[in-house]
Nanobody
Framework: QVQLVESGGGLVQAGGSLRLSCTAS????????MGWFRQIPGREREFVAA????????SYTDSVKGRFTISRDNGKNTVSLQMNSLKPEDTAVYSC???????????????????WGQGTQVTVSS
């Protein structure tokens, strides 16, 4: 019954920035681990970034390290992805995901997540 709604996607020139946000319809965002994934048509959905329910640990796919930052605000039931220095290869539909569990952890494969948002399109032009 958990719903995740993303926002913040759009069209941006290479080198620009976007901030994606995801709001969860839960009582509290604890103890959900959260993640961001992206998908290009014809390709498998790919891991982008993840954060544990405490906010104390994060993980990023190699191609976005140093450019993207994941964060969460448990009080507002939101998770964000700040994307800087965007490249054309970042073009994709970005989806927010949630995994319930008391164990602290960062999850980097989509099979770990039980709840997904509808996605928001990010297009980066050359």
């Amino acid at each position: 019954q958990v719903q995740l709604v993303e926002s913040g996607g759009g069209l941006v020139q290479a080198g620009g920035s976007l901030r994606l946000s995801c709001t969860a319809s839960v009582r509290t965002l604890y103890p959900y681990a959260m993640g961001w994934f992206r998908q290009i048509p014809g390709r498998e959905r790919e891991f982008v970034a993840a954060i544990d329910w405490s906010g104390g640990s994060t993980s990023y796919t190699d191609s976005v390290k140093g450019r993207f930052t994941i964060s969460r605000d448990n009080g507002k039931n939101t998770v964000s992805l700040q994307m800087n220095s965007l490249k054309p290869e970042d073009t994709a539909v970005y989806s927010c995901a949630a995994r319930w569990g008391a164990a602290v952890g960062v999850f980097t494969t989509q099979d770990w997540y039980g709840y997904w948002g509808q996605g928001t399109q990010v297009t980066v032009s050359s």
